[in-house]
T-cell receptor, first 115, second 122 residues
């Protein structure tokens, strides 16, 4: 599984757009990029996943350059409730019918949104 | 999305006792569940992969006799911390994939996590 590097922490203010970049220089051809969000004393929650270019859902956007050695999670107009730790994970999606697909979490980025 | 229920949410016990944590997939069947441990201000560390009807697969450095995993049905996995000691105090989290999902939920290998169990050993 490819190793990822993220900033340890970021600060932002309500209403701003927040971009969290993750480096994954050793990403393999079959690897996807997945982001999870974790609030204190809760289990992580899936945010978004992508392979290349841009992916957007109702929560966030994920930008992936052509070389796929990095990715950027973009949170539009953050609010106080977006204060959490954000994890970037890189790996294959696992074969469906066996025990593959386990997730290996890196250190994550602690995002603090201030009023 | 799919729901994974974890119980209890918090447990305080004396040193030397055993503690059982349950993880249930409420609206889907999970042949595979995962158990993680998280210390304060640290990331999640995968402990083991729980397989329905067979032995769990433990990550390197995790004592299988210390952390007993049972996955007796397609919706329930249990983690038992045997003879708990203060150094076992941590936040334990389980997760599961919905292999019966269709569309994006299936292809993206989305894992659904329980709310976690805070274990404090006195």
């Amino acid at each position: 599984l490819a190793k990822t590097t993220q900033p340890i922490s970021m600060d932002s203010y309500e209403g701003q757009e927040v971009n969290i970049t993750c480096s994954h220089n050793n990403i393999a051809t079959n690897d996807y990029i997945t982001w999870y969000q974790q609030f204190p004393s809760q289990g992580p929650r899936f945010i978004i996943q992508g392979y290349k270019t841009k992916v957007t859902n109702e929560v966030a956007s994920l930008f992936i350059p052509a070389d796929r050695k990095s990715s950027t999670l973009s949170l539009p107009r953050v609010s106080l409730s977006d204060t959490a730790v954000y994890y970037c994970l890189v790996g294959d999606r696992g074969r469906i019918y066996n025990q593959g697909g386990k997730l290996i979490f890196g250190q994550g980025t602690e995002l603090s949104v201030k009023p | 999305g799919a729901v994974v229920s974890q119980h209890p949410s918090r447990v305080i016990c004396k040193s030397g006792t055993s503690v059982k944590i349950e993880c249930r997939s409420l609206d889907f069947q999970a042949t595979t569940m995962f158990w993680y441990r998280q210390f304060p201000k640290q990331s999640l560390m995968l402990m083991a992969t729980s397989n329905e009807g067979s032995k769990a697969t433990y990550e390197q450095g995790v004592e299988k006799d210390k952390f007993l995993i049972n996955h007796a049905s397609l919706t329930l996995s249990t983690l038992t911390v045997t003879s708990a000691h203060p150094e076992d105090s941590s936040f334990y989290i389980c997760s599961a994939r919905d292999l019966g999902a269709t569309g994006e939920r299936r292809t993206k290998n989305i894992q659904y996590f329980g709310a976690g169990t805070r274990l404090s050993v006195l």
